[in-house]
């Protein structure tokens, strides 16, 4: 069974710049996750889709961020305009109907 | 809010040595996961623990519930390089359907 796909793993912008982040989960699996992971810290849950609907984006900061899920399978998240404080490991989850979350490798993202 | 306090944050020790470290929180959990994230990649989710007081083994990896189901541990038995990883706890956030994640133990085990 293939895994959680990201890409790019890496990316280096500068700040003001835009970037996009793209994810495709485990075959079959409804739910989606999008977590900002900084140095030193936990993941911290963005944003969380059941198939196409969001079910919770409350930590998820509107002003700049974005994400979608067409057709409830791929999904993009992205930055506009990227801060230095965005620099993270952005990582991409997936589960089915159980509580079990498969992780992707994550795009390590640096702001300059 | 930090909800899951992991300690220690860091801790390096010699191939052969046991450890133990802790997930903690004023809260209380219905379930709590352990995971292993090594360098560059995602975290692997390890066990989930459910009853209060449940204990379980992998290996030589043994998590323990607390029996007010507020709190964790991870001991691990002769560790070995292929230990070295950060460990996460997780539980889900009380009344909503996300998961919370602590800052996690940051391990380095020496051959």
């Known amino acids: 069974e293939a895994g959680v796909a990201q890409s790019p793993r890496y990316k280096i912008i500068e700040k003001r710049q835009s970037v996009a982040f793209w994810c495709n989960p485990i075959?079959?699996?409804?739910?989606l996750y999008w977590y900002q992971q900084i140095l030193g810290q936990g993941p911290k849950l963005l944003i969380q889709?059941?198939?196409?609907?969001?079910?919770?984006d409350s930590q998820l900061p509107k002003d700049r961020f974005s994400a979608e899920r067409l057709k409830g399978v791929d999904s993009t998240l992205k930055i506009q305009p990227a801060k230095l404080e965005d620099s993270a490991v952005y990582l991409c989850?997936?589960?089915?109907?159980?509580?079990?979350?498969?992780f992707g490798p994550g795009t390590r993202l640096t702001v300059l | 809010t930090q909800l899951l306090e992991q300690s220690p944050q860091f801790l390096s020790i010699q191939e052969g040595e046991n450890l133990t470290v802790y997930c903690n929180s004023s809260?209380?959990?219905?379930?709590l996961q352990w995971y292993r994230q090594e360098p560059g990649e995602g975290p692997v989710l390890l066990v989930t623990?459910?009853?209060?007081?449940e204990v379980k083994k992998l290996k030589r990896l043994t998590f323990q519930f607390g029996d007010a189901r507020k709190d964790s541990s991870l001991h691990i038995t002769a560790a070995q390089p292929g230990d070295t990883g950060l460990y996460l706890c997780?539980?889900?956030?009380?009344?909503?359907?996300?998961?919370?994640f602590g800052a996690g133990t940051r391990l380095f085990v020496k051959a």
């Open positions: 989850a997936s589960s089915s109907h159980t509580d079990t979350q498969y």
């Open positions: 075959s079959g699996h409804a739910t």
């Open positions: 889709f059941q198939n196409n609907g969001v079910v919770d």
């Open positions: 809260s209380v959990f219905s379930s």
């Open positions: 623990v459910v009853t209060g007081g």
């Open positions: 997780a539980a889900p956030y009380t009344g909503g359907f996300k998961t919370i």
